[in-house]
């Protein structure tokens, strides 16, 4: 980890079971677990052992002794060396009484596994050689790849957590079904909210992941959550479970190009919805490999945003797409945003920014790029001129290349950090 070279104290934030204590295990020399009894214990008693221990020094699940926040903060300010503290944890901490950390420690995300490190592929194309291309639309772009659209469904259902990966379709599901059972009987208890109906929440829950790729208003997604039900949940009970549930790293909320406003009038500001993986749409939605191969027996909860946001299998590719942007995005210290018109007549799926430039990604899921796919990039490179880097069309076709209007096709295989 390159940021272990200069920052003395560096937090791994991330969903559960995303892999952020078995990546940092291989780099620490001293391990405290504090969801074991024996090391929360000899923490919550002698702090200072954190200061005496060979470093790096990581310390899993800070969260349950939020005092270890400010013990390391303080260390940072005392000279702490580069490398000397690692700290992970699956909730957000809500604790107000602590310090925030700014400038001594570091908060790094760890997204699931994008498609470029799940080893499907070998990218040809680079988010990092587009960004840093002296020219605008200079970079070449080729590759070849044999994934194609059902690789890619395969892909929405395997997950980009590690631990998921390897098990077969119906033990995944179980392995799901322990997960969410987790989350409402344990994780929401140590963030103080009270969950008196788990079931209200799992049906909002559902109806969030039906919204999947979309801008839907939050009343939009509780009336679908709880149709036909009298009585729904407050206002105030279903935003205590978004934040929870955003503490917790399953929802993502992306936010919009607010610096399109220097371009364009009449932008939508309210976030799109997604989840931090993909695969956990799938199982909320009860789908599997059969029915998205298939096209038969669609939920009728995902049918509810279909005729106005798009069909839900297109808005899963998109998740998946999102995903991997986040990490590729992450990698080069670059963010993602989307834009779109309040007439909803234009929209851009994604634009990756890094200073002052961007790169615009329409994602289609569809071997083929028409020419028709891309007059909305077209629209935004004539209103934005040279601040577009690039811009592409991301398919699940089998070859890369540059258009002759400019706009690089890329297979979502082949695109990577």
């Known amino acids: 980890m390159g940021l272990m070279k200069e920052f003395p104290a560096i937090a791994i934030d991330g969903l559960k079971g995303v892999g952020k204590t078995v990546s ?5 020399s001293t391990v405290f677990e504090l969801d074991k009894p024996k090391d929360f214990d000899q923490i919550s008693n002698i702090p200072d052992i954190l200061a005496t221990e060979p470093p790096p020094v990581l310390i899993d699940e800070w969260q349950r002794a939020p005092m270890v926040w400010d013990f390391v903060r303080r260390r940072v300010d005392d000279g702490a060396k580069p490398g000397s503290y690692l700290l992970t944890g699956s909730i957000s901490s809500t604790n107000t009484n602590i310090h925030s950390g700014a400038a001594r420690i570091i908060r790094k995300k760890m997204y699931p596994l994008s498609l470029a490190e799940r080893g499907i592929e070998n990218p040809t194309v680079s988010i990092a050689e587009l960004f840093s291309a002296p020219k605008p639309f200079s970079v070449e772009i080729a590759g070849k790849t044999d994934i194609c659209g059902i690789d890619y469904l395969n892909e929405l259902t395997s997950s980009g957590l590690p631990g ?4 077969s379709s119906e033990n995944r599901k179980i392995a799901f079904e322990s997960f969410f059972a987790n989350i409402l009987t344990h994780d929401f208890r140590q963030q103080g909210v ?6 209200t929440l799992l049906r909002w829950l559902r109806a969030y992941a039906a919204a999947i790729s979309t801008d839907a208003g ?3 997604i509780l009336d679908a959550g709880t149709a036909g039900e009298g009585s729904k949940p407050a206002a105030k009970t279903t935003i205590a479970y978004r934040e929870a549930l955003e503490n917790l790293w399953i929802l993502e909320e992306l936010m919009p190009w607010v610096e399109g406003e220097n371009f364009f009038s009449g932008l939508k500001l309210s976030p799109k919805h997604y989840l931090s993986d993909p695969s956990l749409a799938v199982y909320l939605l009860d789908l599997d490999e059969r029915v998205l191969t298939s096209g038969n027996g669609w939920p009728p909860l995902a049918e509810k945003f279909d005729a106005k946001y798009g069909s839900i299998i297109g808005r899963l590719f998109e998740s998946l797409i999102h995903l991997c942007l986040n990490v590729y995005a992450s990698v080069n210290n670059a963010k993602i945003f989307f834009l779109k018109t309040h007439k909803g007549d234009r929209e851009i799926d994604f634009i990756v920014q890094k200073g002052s430039k961007i790169i615009a990604c329409e994602v289609k899921f569809s071997p083929i790029a028409e020419i028709s796919d891309g007059k909305h990039l077209k ?3 004539e209103k934005v001129g040279g601040t577009c880097q690039d811009a592409m069309i991301i398919t699940t076709g ?3 290349y540059r258009r002759k209007d400019g706009i690089a096709v890329i297979p979502a295989a082949l695109l990577g950090a």
């Not at 940092?24 to 620490?28: F, H, N, Y």
């Not at 998921?164 to 098990?167: A, E, G, H, L, P």
Request: a positive charge.
């Open 24 to 28: 940092t295990k291989k780099i620490a």
């Open 164 to 167: 998921f990966r390897n098990y």
């Open 194 to 199: 009270a969950l008196r109906q788990p079931g």
């Open 218 to 220: 939050y009343t939009e």
């Open 379 to 381: 629209w935004l490179i």
């Open 398 to 400: 089998g070859a890369a």
